[in-house]
């Protein structure tokens, strides 16, 4: 084998390494992305059966209810247009009430459930994380409100 074909060898193997191990890296971090969805497009079928995403709104008003002698809470989250029930088993944030701007991690089961593993409620009352204000906003929109 001559020296310029074995050089030849060697940078083909390095550029080929290279692409297979961005592959991977994207691959990766499309498998960690959280996507954002409204009460609305869940009630459309737009999010994905088999992986955790992210549902926005607002706490509907007089929704939560607390198991007795148990960390789980159940509570609907709004846009107000449609209504997505949430269950929670954790300490939720100092913030979280009814009325408020609330973000919940996790998945929605078969009876169209949401089963959230993560709460934020927004830090202060003059702020609202942008993808809920505009959710809430066209809801509102769509009831003619």
Known sequence: MTPRRRRMLLIGSVLLGVVVSAGLALRAFEQNLLYFFSPSEVAAGEVPSERAFRLGGMVLDGSVEREAGSLTVSFVVTDYAHQIPVTYTGVLPDLFQ????????????????????????????????????????????????
Do not use: C, I, T, W
């Open 98 to 145: 009814e009325g408020q701007g609330v973000v919940a991690r996790g998945r929605l089961d078969p009876s169209g459930h949401f089963a959230a593993e993560e709460v934020l409620a927004k830090h202060d009352e003059n702020y609202m994380p942008p993808e809920v204000a505009e959710a809430v906003a066209r809801g509102r929109e769509a009831q003619g409100q």
